[in-house]
């Protein structure tokens, strides 16, 4: 089983800069993709990043890119998120998510294709 804990989460206004990170046990962390997903109030679950297992293969969606960087640290255990020029319609619930890492270059956008996931982290952005 795989045990994954978001943090980072708070209330920051637009423009602003923020760090959210993920903690993962109970499996070889450097074996595994992660992801990072958000979701906001009344609306679906999207994806936002996602990192293979070695850390040279990341992938964004259209809404966040140049603007959040996602990396890993394997001795670490730890995922990132690093989120800069913030707005309001990123304001959401941050969902890390781990996938068995069939290759160095994976790095899966779909949800339905992680199979832990975090409780999730709280960002709030004000204008």
């Known amino acids: 089983q795989v045990h994954l804990v978001e943090s980072g989460g708070r209330l920051v206004q637009a423009g602003d800069s923020l760090r959210l990170s993920c903690a993962v046990s109970g499996r070889t962390f450097s074996t595994l993709a992660m992801g990072w997903f958000r979701q906001a109030p009344g609306k679906e679950r999207v994806f936002v990043a996602s990192i293979g297992w070695s850390g040279t293969k990341t992938d964004y969606s259209d809404s966040v890119k140049d603007r959040f960087t996602i990396s890993r640290d394997n001795a670490e255990n730890t995922v990132y998120l690093q989120m800069s020029s913030l707005k309001p319609e990123d304001s959401a619930v941050y969902h890390c998510?781990?996938?068995?890492?069939?290759?160095?270059?994976?790095?899966?956008?779909?949800?339905?294709?992680?199979?832990?996931w975090g409780q999730g982290t709280q960002v709030t952005v004000y204008s």
């Open positions: 998510a781990a996938a068995p890492g069939y290759s160095p270059a994976y790095a899966p956008t779909k949800d339905s294709l992680y199979n832990y």
